[in-house]
Structure formats: C-alpha cells, structure tokens
C-alpha cells in the first residue's frame, strides 16, 4: 500500500475488514458475544470497541517500533523466545480454525439465504482463494477497501429500516444479567479478533509512513468497527427467534428491504472472501518458515484442511470454537496491556 496522503484511511477499512469476517458480518457473532445478554449487550460492544480502538493501535506501534514483519516476531517480544514459539503454534491453530469456519459461513450462506448446496459455497469459495493466492494478493487491499464502506453503509440503512422505523421489539422481554458474563464476553470478543489480526495488521504497520498515521488509522478503525457493532445489534434485536439463524443479518435484511437482500449477500460473501485470503496469507509466512515447499502446496493443504473441519456446520464452529479462543486469547492481550511500547530508535 502506498504511502500516500489518504494512507489512514485506508489502514482503517483494512483494519476493519481483517475484523469482521464470516461470524461479524452474518451477525452469529454479534448474537453469541453480546445479543443474548440483552441491552447490557451494547456495553460490552462499547468494551470491545475501546479495546479495537487503542490495543489495535499499540499492537501496529510496537511492530513499527521493532521493525517486525510478521505476527512471529511480534509475539516473540511479547512473550519471549520459548512462550513466543508456543503462542505462535497455537496462532496457527487458530488461524486454520477460523479458515475452516469462514468457509462452513460461505456454505451457509449458500444454503440457508439462496437454497442452493452448502457444499456449493464451500467449494466456491476454496476455488476462489486457491486462484486469488496462487496469483498474487495484491487485490486483497482492493477488496476491503470495496466492501468495508458498502457494509458499513448497509449496516446503517437496514439499522433505520429495521429498528428506528419498526415499533417490533424482540428486546422488550429482555432482563438485565445477575452476573458479569457479558463483560467476559466482550473482552474475550476484543481478544479474539485482536490476535487474529495481527496477522495482518504487524506487516501492514511497517508500510504506513508515521506512528502519527497509524493512530489515526487505528482510532478511526476502531470507531467505525464500534459503530458497525452497535448497529447490527440493534438491527438484530426485532428479529424473532434470532439464535435459530446461521446468517441472522441476511434475515433481517430480507424482512425489511428484499431489493437489498441479494446486495447483501454479496457484501457478505465478499467478507468471507477476503478474510479466508488474509487468513491464508498469514499461515502460509508461518508454514513456509520450516516447511520450505511451494506456496501453491501449502495453500492446497491449508485449504483441505478447512474444508474438512468445516463440514461440522457454521452454527456449531461460531458457538464452540470462537468462545475458546476468546478466553485463550485473553492471554495475548494481558501480555499486550502489560508491555511496555519500546523506545524509538
């Protein structure tokens, strides 16, 4: 990306983008992380979102600082040598995890909003991200920059549609929580998506030309991710029966603009796109570290993989596997908080 005078914006549709993958943009994260807690929901957004908003920002300081190219580096000052190695391992463990439940979001996709084959979607998918990765990846920058304002566009016309023009409330029957569950939640929610972009977000600090722009890149992105959150939510809380859907927001969409229904859709698939190439970006620096074959292979493999774990159903992976990386995360983000931001040098 170059350094050009827009260059913090831009850092903020990437950083956006690297967040909301196949579980944000369908909504069943935002259902699963905050929504069944109720109204105190929206507080653990706000958590989350300070958290986007400053750790993002000292996760892509520290990497300029060190000059670190890739997530490995990042984790070994955090960590140190020996505890760095381990939380690189389970980095990709984590990134092959969320691959395979990208793709099982595409079959989804497919199969519950255009009842067509969830396998369908899956193979479309791979097809794709195999000829995408295979031939460069400079498209992906392109991509976000594409879909993230259209999402956030459409985040907020289906949150009037729905919310603010509707005297529905599916919230009505909901109680405040004894317990602080919510709060957990939310910052397992931050730490989740915080160690799975820096994946991307190590590399793209040491393109920006000042720490200057990256904050600014940062704390934009961080308001924007904010905003989009607090806004699908309430766009989810008239929604009946809202945890019996794989893609809550497409449902949502369909009951009160069926013109951009199928719009979207598209906008949707092109999150789970680009997230599934970012995703394979980031394992195959691991992989090819100590494995030292052809990318073309790697990918291939990587790919097998997740389309064998994500035959196990969106739904199931989103409610199972995201919650115990949260609280894994929550790991790194102590490491994070407790780090001091090296001097310049």
Avoid at 83 to 97: E, H, K, P, T, Y
Avoid at 126 to 153: C, D, E, H, Q, R
Avoid at 295 to 304: D, P
Wanted: charged share 10%; glycine share 10%.
């Amino acid at each position: 990306m170059g350094q050009t005078k827009g260059s913090a914006s831009q850092l903020a549709f990437v950083y956006v983008g690297t967040v909301v993958g196949a579980g944000f943009a369908t909504g069943r994260e935002i259902v699963e992380f905050f929504l069944k807690f109720g109204w105190i929901g929206l507080f653990g957004i706000v958590v989350s979102g300070l958290m986007f908003t400053y750790l993002g920002a000292k996760i892509m300081i520290i990497s300029k600082r060190i000059h670190a190219a890739s997530y490995q580096e990042l984790n070994t000052y955090l960590f140190g040598k020996s505890i760095g190695r381990a939380v690189n391992m389970f980095m990709m463990f984590i990134l092959l995890g969320v691959t395979s439940v990208m793709l099982s979001g595409a079959g989804a996709l497919f199969h519950e909003q255009l009842g067509w084959s969830a396998q369908a979607g899956i193979l479309l998918t791979i097809v794709l991200s195999f000829a995408v990765m295979t031939s460069g990846v400079k498209g992906v920058f392109g991509v976000n920059i594409l879909v993230v304002p259209l999402l956030i566009s459409f985040s907020f016309i289906v949150t009037a549609d729905s919310f603010v023009f509707t005297s529905t409330r599916n919230a009505d029957e909901w109680v405040w929580p004894d317990k602080w569950n919510w709060l957990l939640s939310a910052v397992s929610y931050g730490a989740l998506n915080l160690s799975l972009a820096q994946a991307v977000l190590v590399p793209l600090a040491n393109e920006m030309s000042s720490e200057k722009v990256i904050r600014r890149g940062a704390y934009f992105g961080g308001v924007l991710l904010t905003l989009v959150l607090a806004a699908s939510f309430l766009s989810l809380s008239v929604l009946p029966d809202v945890l019996e859907f794989d893609i809550p927001m497409a449902q949502v969409v369909y009951s009160y603009s069926r013109s951009l229904h199928i719009i979207y859709l598209f906008i949707i698939f092109g999150e789970v796109f680009t997230s599934v190439i970012g995703n394979l970006y980031g394992l195959e620096k691991q992989l090819n570290s100590f494995l030292h074959i052809k990318s073309t292979y790697i990918y291939g493999g990587i790919l097998a993989f997740a389309f064998i774990i994500s035959q196990i159903g969106y739904g199931q992976l989103i409610s199972t596997v995201y919650p115990v990386f949260g609280y894994v995360s929550l790991a790194f983000i102590g490491a994070l908080i407790c780090k001091k931001i090296p001097k310049e040098k």
